[in-house]
C-alpha cells in the first residue's frame, strides 16, 4: 500500500478544495498503443459505425442529415471566451472551442459514442454469428420484424447514473433488446421516466454509482442470454469513444485549426468512472501525439480519477476511502470509483486533471447560455475551468514552461468538451440556468 497521506495534494483533496495536479509521469511523446489497442481498432470501430449507418439514418431520421453519423458539432465560442476572462481576471491565449457532444443525436451525451457502439457491435455478433447479416449487407434490414423478434431473445443490462443507461436504453430498445438498466441514487427522474416510456427496465438503487454497476453485473452474470455493459471494463466502450477523435481531426483540419509542434492543442473532458475521456484522450494521443495535450475535470467531491491516479492505487481506492461523500450535482460525474483499466492506460498520456465546485457549473451553464445560446447539463460544464487553470495558476504555468509552450501559446486552440445536456427537459434546464444567475 502506498503512503498516500504524504501526497502534498491529499489534505487539500480530502478537505474538497479545488485541485491542480499535474502528472508526474506523463511522457510527451507519440504513441503507437495502449493497453494493447492500437490506431486499427479505432478504424475498424469507424467501419463498423458506418455500416450502421443507414440503420440509424432509417431509425432515427434526427441523424438524417449527417447520414446515420452519430457526430456532434465543433463550436467556436468567442463570446463564452471573453466572459470568463471577465470573471477570472485574466486572459486566456489562443482560441477557445467546445466539442459539443451535448448535442449528439440519439441521447444527447457523450454515451452516444461509447454506449452505443457497444450495442451495435453486441447486436452485428449476434446477428452474424447466427447467420442473418452479413457485414456487406445494407443494415437497415435491421428495421426488419425478423431482427427485433430475434433481438428479443436477448437481454442488455447495464449500471449507469443515468446517460449511459439513456444510450444503451435508447439504442437496445430500439433494436428489439429487452434492455435493464440499474440506476444509481445521483440519476435524474426525467432519465428514468423517459427509458421507462421506451420499455426499458430500470431498477433504482439509494446507493452510489458503484453500487448499481456491481448489482447489474452480478444479476446479470446469472442470464445467459444477458450482456452486461461493463462501464468499468469494457475496452469496446472506450473504443467507441476514441472514435471522436478521428472525427474531431476532421473538423479541425475543415477549421483550418493545425495541430503540430508550434500549434499545441489542448483538451479538457470532464471524468466519471473514466471511459469516456479516456477513450478520447487515446484517440487524440494516437493522432496527434505530444502536440495534444489532455486534462480531465472532475467534481471535487467525486475525484475518483485524480485519486487513483495520484495514489498509483487506481481502481483499489476509492474517494469514500478518504473521506469524501461522493456527493455532487454533477450527476454524470458522481462516480467514487475509477475504472482501473482506464487509469492504467492514461499513465503516461494524461497531462493532469483538476477539481471543480458544484457552484461554477451552474455559473458557466447559464453564462454559457447567455453568451453563445448553448445548453449542457452541470457535468458538462467541467471543463470550463482548464484553461484557467493552465494560463492562471502556478502548476499550469509550470507545466507550459516544462513543455516549452510559453512562445506557442498564441497558437494554441483549447477544447472544452461538453459532454451532455440537450435531452434535459426545458423546465429543468431553465432551473439550472437561474441557480447558475444566482451564483454569479
Ligand atoms: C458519463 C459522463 C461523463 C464522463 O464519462 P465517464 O466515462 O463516466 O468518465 C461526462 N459527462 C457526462 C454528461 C456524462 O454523462
Given at each position: 500500500?502506498?503512503?498516500?497521506?504524504?501526497?502534498?495534494?491529499?489534505?487539500?483533496?480530502?478537505?474538497?478544495?479545488?485541485?491542480?495536479?499535474?502528472?508526474?509521469?506523463?511522457?510527451?511523446?507519440?504513441?503507437?498503443?495502449?493497453?494493447?489497442?492500437?490506431?486499427?481498432?479505432?478504424?475498424?470501430?469507424?467501419?463498423?459505425?458506418?455500416?450502421?449507418?443507414?440503420?440509424?439514418?432509417?431509425?432515427?431520421?434526427?441523424?438524417?442529415?449527417?447520414k446515420?453519423?452519430?457526430?456532434?458539432?465543433?463550436?467556436?465560442?468567442?463570446?463564452?471566451?471573453?466572459?470568463?476572462?471577465?470573471?477570472?481576471?485574466?486572459?486566456?491565449?489562443?482560441?477557445?472551442?467546445?466539442?459539443?457532444?451535448?448535442?449528439?443525436?440519439?441521447?444527447?451525451?457523450?454515451?452516444?459514442?461509447?454506449?452505443?457502439?457497444?450495442?451495435?457491435?453486441h447486436?452485428?455478433?449476434?446477428?452474424?454469428?447466427?447467420?442473418?447479416?452479413?457485414?456487406?449487407?445494407?443494415?437497415?434490414?435491421?428495421?426488419?420484424?425478423?431482427?427485433?423478434?430475434?433481438?428479443?431473445?436477448?437481454?442488455?443490462?447495464?449500471?449507469?447514473?443515468?446517460?449511459?443507461?439513456?444510450?444503451?436504453?435508447?439504442?437496445?430498445?430500439?433494436?428489439?433488446?429487452?434492455?435493464?438498466?440499474?440506476?444509481?441514487?445521483?440519476?435524474?427522474?426525467?432519465?428514468?421516466?423517459?427509458?421507462?416510456?421506451?420499455?426499458?427496465?430500470?431498477?433504482?438503487?439509494?446507493?452510489?454509482?458503484?453500487?448499481?454497476?456491481?448489482?447489474g453485473?452480478?444479476?446479470?452474470?446469472?442470464?445467459?442470454?444477458?450482456?452486461?455493459?461493463?462501464?468499468?471494463?469494457?475496452k469496446?466502450?472506450?473504443?467507441?469513444?476514441?472514435?471522436?477523435?478521428?472525427?474531431?481531426?476532421?473538423?479541425?483540419?475543415?477549421?483550418?485549426?493545425?495541430?503540430?509542434?508550434?500549434?499545441p492543442?489542448?483538451?479538457?473532458?470532464?471524468?466519471?468512472?473514466?471511459?469516456?475521456?479516456?477513450?478520447?484522450?487515446?484517440?487524440?494521443?494516437?493522432?496527434?501525439?505530444?502536440n495534444?495535450?489532455?486534462?480531465?475535470?472532475?467534481?471535487?467531491?467525486?475525484?475518483?480519477?485524480?485519486?487513483?491516479m495520484?495514489?498509483?492505487?487506481?481502481?483499489?481506492?476509492?474517494?469514500?476511502?478518504?473521506?469524501?461523500?461522493?456527493?455532487?450535482?454533477?450527476?454524470?460525474?458522481?462516480?467514487?470509483?475509477?475504472?482501473?483499466?482506464?487509469?492504467?492506460?492514461?499513465?503516461?498520456?494524461?497531462?493532469?486533471?483538476?477539481?471543480?465546485?458544484?457552484?461554477?457549473?451552474?455559473?458557466?451553464?447559464?453564462?454559457?447560455?447567455?453568451?453563445?445560446?448553448?445548453?449542457?447539463e452541470?457535468?458538462?460544464?467541467?471543463?470550463?475551468?482548464?484553461?484557467?487553470w493552465?494560463?492562471?495558476?502556478?502548476?499550469?504555468?509550470?507545466?507550459?514552461?516544462?513543455?516549452?509552450?510559453?512562445?506557442?501559446?498564441?497558437?494554441?486552440?483549447?477544447?472544452?468538451?461538453?459532454?451532455?445536456?440537450?435531452m434535459?427537459?426545458?423546465?429543468?434546464?431553465?432551473?439550472?440556468?437561474?441557480?447558475?444567475?444566482?451564483?454569479?
Amino acid at each position: 500500500m502506498v503512503n498516500f497521506d504524504a501526497h502534498p495534494l491529499i489534505n487539500k483533496i480530502k478537505d474538497t478544495k479545488e485541485v491542480f495536479w499535474i502528472n508526474p509521469d506523463y511522457e510527451p511523446k507519440s504513441i503507437q498503443s495502449v493497453e494493447g489497442l492500437t490506431i486499427e481498432d479505432m478504424n475498424e470501430a469507424e467501419e463498423r459505425l458506418k455500416r450502421f449507418a443507414p440503420y440509424i439514418e432509417a431509425e432515427f431520421p434526427e441523424t438524417s442529415e449527417s447520414k446515420g453519423i452519430i457526430e456532434s458539432p465543433l463550436a467556436e465560442i468567442n463570446n463564452m471566451k471573453t466572459s470568463m476572462e471577465n470573471i477570472n481576471n485574466t486572459s486566456t491565449k489562443g482560441r477557445l472551442l467546445l466539442k459539443c457532444d451535448s448535442h449528439l443525436p440519439i441521447s444527447g451525451s457523450i454515451k452516444a459514442r461509447g454506449g452505443i457502439y457497444e450495442v451495435l457491435k453486441h447486436a452485428e455478433d449476434l446477428a452474424v454469428s447466427e447467420g442473418m447479416l452479413s457485414y456487406d449487407d445494407n443494415y437497415s434490414i435491421l428495421k426488419e420484424q425478423k431482427f427485433k423478434e430475434f433481438f428479443s431473445r436477448y437481454k442488455i443490462a447495464v449500471g449507469s447514473t443515468g446517460n449511459l443507461g439513456l444510450s444503451i436504453g435508447i439504442m437496445g430498445a430500439a433494436l428489439g433488446f429487452k434492455v435493464t438498466v440499474h440506476m444509481s441514487a445521483d440519476a435524474r427522474q426525467w432519465k428514468k421516466n423517459l427509458l421507462r416510456r421506451k420499455g426499458v427496465t430500470v431498477i433504482e438503487y439509494e446507493s452510489d454509482y458503484s453500487k448499481a454497476v456491481e448489482e447489474g453485473r452480478k444479476q446479470s452474470e446469472m442470464d445467459p442470454s444477458s450482456y452486461f455493459v461493463d462501464d468499468e471494463n469494457s475496452k469496446t466502450l472506450f473504443i467507441g469513444y476514441s472514435v471522436a477523435a478521428l472525427r474531431l481531426a476532421n473538423q479541425l483540419k475543415d477549421m483550418g485549426i493545425k495541430v503540430d509542434e508550434d500549434h499545441p492543442l489542448f483538451v479538457y473532458l470532464p471524468c466519471g468512472v473514466g471511459g469516456g475521456p479516456g477513450g478520447v484522450t487515446f484517440g487524440l494521443k494516437i493522432l496527434f501525439g505530444p502536440n495534444v495535450h489532455c486534462f480531465f475535470a472532475e467534481p471535487t467531491h467525486s475525484p475518483c480519477m485524480l485519486v487513483g491516479m495520484l495514489t498509483g492505487l487506481h481502481n483499489k481506492i476509492s474517494v469514500q476511502d478518504l473521506g469524501i461523500d461522493n456527493i455532487t450535482e454533477a450527476d454524470g460525474l458522481a462516480v467514487g470509483r475509477p475504472s482501473g483499466f482506464v487509469g492504467k492506460a492514461m499513465e503516461k498520456i494524461l497531462s493532469g486533471i483538476f477539481t471543480v465546485e458544484d457552484s461554477r457549473l451552474y455559473k458557466y451553464l447559464s453564462i454559457l447560455m447567455d453568451t453563445e445560446k448553448i445548453n449542457i447539463e452541470p457535468s458538462a460544464a467541467a471543463g470550463f475551468q482548464g484553461p484557467i487553470w493552465l494560463m492562471s495558476s502556478p502548476e499550469g504555468k509550470e507545466y507550459i514552461e516544462s513543455m516549452k509552450l510559453k512562445d506557442k501559446m498564441d497558437n494554441a486552440a483549447h477544447i472544452v468538451w461538453a459532454t451532455g445536456g440537450s435531452m434535459v427537459p426545458d423546465t429543468i434546464m431553465m432551473s439550472y440556468y437561474h441557480k447558475g444567475k444566482t451564483i454569479r
